[in-house]
């Protein structure tokens, strides 16, 4: 999908609260631009929870002013509406996969925390993210609460 300024709202900001999107600020005279988009376009055509979008600098420059896109290709994931991550310059297939990746990943913590807020237990959840780096630690709390039984209604 290709983006303009008049699109822009809809098409990147109001669609990544939805999903991560991932904009290819691109311009047509671009050599590493062309080589960049079939293997960004074929990787997010693998991961159906990732929206690309393609901004042609030479058409939306203020968008590219806006982002402070200095070289091109120049790639900026956004989630609700802000730039999560980004990199310049053509990459390789294994490198967009990598980017693509931590995109989609949830952050390992995020699971077991959710858990723990389902299962009521604030003080649980409280003390979890007071001493929150260890993840194999998060697991054995949420095991230690969902064995005493946490009423799921607090």
Known sequence: ????????????????????VVVDFWAPWCGPCRSLAPVLERAVAERPEVRLVKVNVDESP????????GGIPAVKAFRRGD???EFVGARGPALVEEFLEGLTAPPP????LAELRE???LPSVLEALEHGDDDAALAALLEQVEGAGIDERK
Request: glycine share 8%.
């Open 1 to 20: 999908m290709d983006a303009t300024e008049a699109t822009w709202e809809r098409d990147v900001l109001a669609a990544s609260e939805e999903a991560p």
């Open 62 to 69: 203020a968008l590219a002013s806006r982002y402070g896109v």
């Open 83 to 85: 730039v999560v991550a």
């Open 109 to 112: 913590r995020e699971g077991v």
């Open 119 to 121: 299962a009521g237990d």
